[in-house]
């Protein structure tokens, strides 16, 4: 199969929505799943290991979940300004100046509501031997043969332990994740 | 009803916090509550600390709903604090200084400053009664979530910290924010203390062998909004080690929050020198972004500069956006030096005359320099001559820190370093480090285990009041023009009075007529310690005596003709709660024990002071 690369802004964009997503709706979850097992392969019954602790998260409010988040990013990190601007006309240091409000301000907004925490703690580039294989880590490269499973480890993965995000009080229109400004004179 | 808990609040300038231990057990551990709070339009979170601010909605904002309350119109804490930077005419800010703040009538609806005409202006104590009252309500829905039911504050034993440096009057009003809150078991606590006992919570038994007899820490409090110094003596006490708070300081406006507008200014101004203007919004970002540059210079010794960014407000996030940046020579210049110079010990701080006309306004600090205060402090309390009338001066043996600002490790090494100059160049020994952690919540912390400490676990600090009071009495004499006739201090409760005391006075002759308010001229000594009740100061030395805002007594007509005059003694006392009582005894009382209560810090303070 031909894959087209993705330019690497719209990754970034790609990889927060479906994130979310994810996160959010288990069906879209498994397809993603089968994506990183390798498209075509029947799922392998291989012994998963239990889930980790019940993750703070009611699938039901899925998408308004998602709506706050992005307005929380909006709101410490002007995540939606700096994703819906061309960056074409703008010179890196231009860029730069942008990106430590944007870092800055989502880092705060992420440490403050979800714990974030490696898959694995070994350094990456570490050898490392997988007695079975797990959803924790993606095999890549020249896979073949059965467990354990020896190689490098090229990311070490993250994994969000806890999201605690505002609870939704009133009416407020969720699709607002960030309401025009007046200032009054 | 008998309490389930203690709870300790910490009811800060810039920030509160409430901590608490369960009753039942004999080895309950302090846990701080999350406090439920709106954080931004529609969005309730739990959070360490509250902050200390009030904003009134407009009439075009929906209401400010809280899981509680569905129709609110006012919120507290982190959506009042980032709404006020965008509305500021519509928020209340250090409520608590304007608490402590004689120059105002501070049960009158006079916050917020400035406040455009639809919204109800609140006094200083209802404010405070808010900020109460939210802790309150975040108490009983946590209660609620947890499955305990029902239960507030009003059922548990709280212990309420104010600043050693508060007065009687500021003292009183903080209990009456609290009575309105329906705070009935309440006590309370003086918020270095309160730091202490935090100290000594996290250290178990294992704080005796950090603490011998003769030691005297000093505790170094720097807030958002205030800094606060006090002197803790350990002391042998029936064989066992005993504290006692022997001296507080006074009352400084001077915090974290003057910090980052001194640096705020130092980048605003380089900004403009580059052409690049900002507006009331942007200088308002820029102290937010000091604040976080500074903390990470201050953090991290490898940096040289930080860069200091200013979001454009538009939507167009690139090419609008300002980049300044933070160098570490400048927060030395203006923070180390500006704020924390390593000053000789006599070097004072400066007062600077306050023009005739002046704004409403708090008495902010004239002099930033806060090692300043503190040599002022130790001078008076420490250091001092033996030919000055604080007793006992004897120097500092530890140091204890609190409050959020002192989290940087290169400002505690700069008060100790200074301290410790200081002592070496008296001879005296190097003070060394009590090691706290959390300076953000120990004293609400320290609260809760003082609440433990009153029902016989572990050891209770004393000191009694901070001051000695006295009242003002003018001496006859013949009318002389353009002279003022001498006035007298009447000492009227000595220094260190504890909880549940009586201060018996000599007799006096002071005449009062019934229905006719009289008042008196009120003054406070942090340094005069050795005066009884009854003491007639003819003079004092300058400083000596701090003029406090008037009190007033009014003899209701009950029994008696209004115009006649009764002849009254005055009495003081030390309520349960911590607060200093005055009443006026009439001398032939036409029913049993016929008293009345005379009214602390109801007037503006006098524009003269003695």
């Not at chain 1, 039901?60 to 300004?81: I, K």
């Not at chain 1, 490392?128 to 059965?146: I, P």
């Not at chain 1, 090229?154 to 025009?180: F, K, M, N, Q, S």
């Not at chain 2, 006074?250 to 203007?277: P, R, S, T, Y």
């Amino acid at each position: 199969m031909t894959v087209t690369s993705v330019p690497l802004l719209s990754r970034l964009w790609l990889s927060w929505v479906t994130s979310f997503r994810i996160l959010f709706d288990g069906r879209f979850a498994s397809k993603v799943r089968m994506l990183q097992d390798g498209e075509s392969e029947e799922p392998v019954a291989l012994p998963v290991e239990p889930a980790q602790a019940p993750r703070e998260v009611t699938p039901s409010a899925s998408t308004d979940t998602a709506l706050q988040l992005l307005a929380l990013l909006q709101r410490e990190g002007r995540f939606v300004d700096f994703v819906q601007q061309e960056l074409a006309a703008f010179s890196d240091s231009d860029i730069g100046a942008a990106a430590r409000v944007v870092h800055e301000g989502c880092r705060r907004a992420i440490r403050s509501h979800a714990r974030v925490v490696s898959v694995r703690n070994e350094a990456e580039g570490a050898s490392l031997t997988l007695e079975r294989a797990s959803e924790d880590v993606k095999l890549v490269g020249n896979l073949a043969g059965s467990a354990p499973f020896r190689g490098v480890l090229r990311h070490r993965g993250w994994r969000i332990e806890e999201l605690r995000l505002p609870t939704v009080v009133g009416a407020h229109d969720p699709t607002l994740v960030a309401p025009a400004e007046l200032e009054l004179a | 009803m008998s309490a389930k808990f203690v709870v300790g609040i910490d009811l800060g300038t810039t920030h509160s916090a409430l901590a608490m231990a369960e009753l039942s057990s004999t080895d309950a551990p302090v846990r701080v509550l999350e406090i439920e709070q709106l954080v931004s339009a529609g969005a309730v979170a739990k959070c360490a600390l509250l902050p200390s601010f009030l904003y009134f909605a407009h009439q075009s904002e929906s209401a400010l709903v809280l899981p509680w309350d569905g129709q609110r119109r006012f919120a507290v804490g982190e959506f009042a604090r980032s709404r006020g930077a965008e509305a500021p005419q519509r928020v209340i800010a250090s409520a608590k200084s304007w608490l402590s703040y004689g120059g105002i009538d501070r049960r009158a609806g006079n916050l917020p400053l400035g406040a455009p005409e639809d919204i109800e202006k609140i006094s200083p104590v209802e404010a405070s009664f808010r900020f109460l009252d939210h802790l309150n309500e975040a108490f009983r829905a946590a209660r609620l979530a947890d499955g305990e039911g029902g239960g507030d504050l009003s059922e548990q034993e709280v212990v309420l910290t104010v600043p050693a440096s508060f007065d009687a009057g500021a003292r009183d009003l903080t209990v009456e924010a609290a009575l309105a809150a329906g705070f009935e078991q309440l006590t309370l606590l003086e918020e270095p203390q309160a730091a202490l006992y935090a100290w000594i919570e996290q250290n178990g038994e294992a704080w005796r062998s950090h603490l011998r007899a003769g030691d005297r820490v000093l505790v170094v409090d720097i807030g958002g909004g205030t800094t606060d110094f006090s002197l803790i003596d350990a002391v042998e006490q029936d064989g066992s080690l005993g504290l006692q708070r022997v001296a507080v300081g006074d009352h400084i406006l001077l915090g974290g929050d003057n910090m980052d507008l001194a640096l705020a200014h130092v980048v605003g101004q380089e900004l403009a020198e580059q052409g690049k203007e900002l507006d009331r919004f942007q200088l308002s970002a820029l102290a937010h972004a000091c604040r976080s540059a500074k903390e990470k210079l201050l953090s991290d010794s490898s940096l040289e500069q930080v860069a200091v960014v200013l979001p454009s407000r538009g939507s167009q996030l690139l090419g609008g956006t300002i980049r300044g940046e933070l160098r570490r020579d400048q927060v030395e210049r203006y923070l180390l030096e500006g704020f924390f110079p390593a000053v000789a010990v006599n070097e004072l701080p400066k007062t600077r005359p306050r023009a005739g006309l002046t704004q409403v306004g708090l008495p902010y600090a004239t002099d930033a320099a806060i090692t300043k205060h503190l040599a002022a402090f130790l001078a008076r309390h420490a250091f001092a001559d033996p030919s000055a009338s604080a007793t006992d001066a004897r120097p500092p043996t530890a140091i204890l820190f609190n409050g959020g600002v002192l989290k940087a490790e290169i400002l505690r090494t700069r008060v100790i370093e200074t301290l410790n100059g200081w002592l070496e160049q008296r001879g005296s020994a190097r003070a060394r480090v009590l090691p706290g952690e959390d300076l953000d919540l120990a004293v609400a912390r320290g609260a809760a285990y003082y609440g433990l400490v009153r029902h016989g676990r572990g050891l209770r600090i004393r000191g009694g009041t901070a001051r000695a009071y006295y009242v003002g009495i003018e001496s006859p004499m013949p009318a002389l023009p353009g002279l003022e006739p001498p006035v007298f201090a009447l000492c009227v409760a000595p220094f260190g009075m504890e909880e549940g005391t009586v201060a018996d006075l000599p007799p006096q002759e002071l005449f009062v007529v019934v229905g006719e308010p009289v008042t008196f001229r009120f003054f406070g000594s942090s340094t005069r310690r050795s005066d009884p009740a009854g003491r007639v100061l003819e003079r004092w030395r300058p400083g000596e005596l701090e003029e406090l805002p008037q009190i007033e007594l009014v003899l209701p007509p009950a029994g008696r003709a209004a115009g006649d005059v009764v002849a009254v003694q005055l009495q003081a006392s030390v309520t349960a709660i911590g607060t200093l009582k005055l009443e006026a005894i009439a001398q032939a009382p036409i029913t049993a024990d016929e008293r009345w209560q005379i009214e602390l810090s109801v007037r503006l303070a006098p524009s003269g002071s003695a």
